[in-house]
């Protein structure tokens, strides 16, 4: 993989504002940092992804219209599409969300089920280093190796869901938790349970049931998940000033943010820090 190989290979994705980056090239495979930058609440003209592709939140949330279902997407989850899928999107949110999309031309390797898929924080970490390594400079065998082992990561273990629900619960049930996710990316994830029930005009317990059995996890859990990945993100940019991260994303303090993040990934956000930026000195921001 070399500076010349990313240069002749073209971001083939929706067209629209925003930036589209090659990271790293294999014959049959791309890997490419965007940026969107459309904004608003109206969803924009479907386009069909050229080829198989895993695309990979890694800031930022909006609504994503994939075959006529819609689910909010942010950084716990990715989607993995093939050629002829139709998709749309909308940010009502705003718009600055960036992602990481693996796309295929050839045989896939490591084959994801399509659809939805949630991100557990040692795939999110692998992705994370991924993009680091891109930006630092690999060699094609390990940007094979990193990317089979992303996508090894991301293989689910169980299915999603309960499998008694009727079609029509699910699709109520994914929307409330798709509201919910969206209300705490609005309020920078600090809204209690009880405030987070009312902005979804459901009673707390209600909620957390639902959300346990869309996702998996609590909705406590998942807050942490989105504020771990969102310091995360912030690192990877060159942040340096923990305390201030910790401020920003609504820890009680810097202690409780490395409690936290060691509790996720086994390691302190120092440590991280080496790995996200690559090895690149970090410029002093937070």
Known sequence: MTGDDCAMRRWRGPEGPGEGHCLGVLPMLSVYDIRCGVTGRDYGPAGAPPAHQVILGRSGGYLRRVNGVETFADVTGALVTAAGDEMQVAHPLGGGDTYTVVQWDGDVEVRLPAGELRVPDAADLAHRALVAACRAGIDGFELADRVEGLMLALLPVAPDGPGAARPATRTAH?????????????????????????EVNASAPHLSRVFREVTGESVTAYRNRLRIRA????????????????????????????????????????????????????????
């Open 174 to 198: 994914r929307k409330l938790v798709g509201q919910a996710a969206a209300a705490l990316h609005c309020d920078g994830y600090t809204l209690s349970l009880d405030g987070l029930a009312a």
């Open 231 to 286: 310091v995360l993100a912030d690192l990877s940019d060159g942040a340096t000033n923990l305390r201030t991260l910790a401020a920003r994303y609504g820890f009680a303090d810097q202690s409780h943010l490395n409690r936290v993040i060691r509790r996720h990934l086994g390691s302190a956000p120092s440590d991280l820090r080496l790995v996200l930026q690559g090895g690149r000195r970090s410029r002093n921001r937070a």
